[in-house]
């Protein structure tokens, strides 16, 4: 079945360092979705990828989605303790598939 | 206040006893999803329901039911609870399908013994 792969699993960075967390699928998505989740909090939507190649920045965190639409990745530029939690991908399949699917996420932590 | 109300929040209980967690969204929503968390496997979506009294099968279904009667609620029902049901659930909501960010409610974490 579809699935969307992502990683890695942790990752621990000291503050100002960078992040990136990458997602890969095996079929075509239509779009992706990425997601964070503060500990203790609920997934909060970020942004939403549709175009093949598609890049969308928001201040320090920059989105890409791939030119095949199968994979996608978040990079956070000078990361800061407030960017700590669980960051996810949720990716759509082409063919009227009426599900979304999760990354397993990728939870960071960053120390001051 | 546009929310997504989830009841309850905790709840232990023990295998067999049937329980119900109800799911609540004020945004007029059509679409509406149920997720269980687990460690290492993300959200796993377990039903989810396009519109009032259409409802379908996610990945996760087994063990669990589900019903949309009215647009705004869309109980998850767990007639036999087992202890690999203990988890952390979430509903969602969006506007439509296809395009649409989910907004998630705050969870219900439920323990099985």
């Known amino acids: 079945g579809q699935q969307v792969m992502q990683i890695p699993q942790y990752q621990h960075v000291q503050e100002g360092e960078d992040f990136t967390t990458y997602c890969n699928s095996s079929?075509?998505?239509?779009?992706i979705q990425w997601y964070k989740q503060r500990p203790g909090g609920h997934p909060v939507f970020l942004i939403q990828?549709?175009?093949?190649?598609e890049v969308k920045k928001q201040k320090r965190l920059t989105f890409q989605f791939g030119e095949a639409k199968k994979n996608s990745s978040l990079h956070i530029t000078a990361t800061q303790t407030t960017d700590v939690g669980t960051y996810f991908c949720?990716?759509?399949?082409?063919?009227?598939?009426?599900?979304?699917?999760f990354g397993a996420g990728t939870r960071l932590a960053v120390h001051p | 206040e546009a929310q997504v109300t989830q009841n309850p929040r905790y709840l232990i209980t023990v295998t067999g006893k049937k329980l119900t967690v109800t799911c609540s969204q004020n945004?007029?929503?059509?679409?509406m999803s149920w997720y269980r968390q687990d460690p290492g496997l993300g959200l796993r979506q377990i039903y989810y329901?396009?519109?009032?009294?259409?409802?379908d099968k996610g990945d996760v279904p087994e063990g669990y039911k589900v019903s949309r009667k009215e647009k705004r609620n869309f109980p998850l029902i767990l007639e036999s609870p087992s202890p690999n049901q203990t988890s952390l659930y979430f509903c969602?909501?969006?506007?439509?399908?296809?395009?649409?960010?989910?907004?998630f409610g705050p969870g219900t974490r439920l323990t099985v013994t």
């Open positions: 949720a990716g759509r399949f082409s063919g009227g598939y009426n599900k979304l699917i």
């Open positions: 329901s396009m519109n009032v009294e259409v409802t």
């Open positions: 969602a909501s969006s506007p439509q399908w296809g395009e649409s960010e989910q907004y």
């Open positions: 079929t075509t998505l239509s779009n």
């Open positions: 945004m007029n929503h059509e679409y």
């Open positions: 990828l549709v175009k093949s190649g």
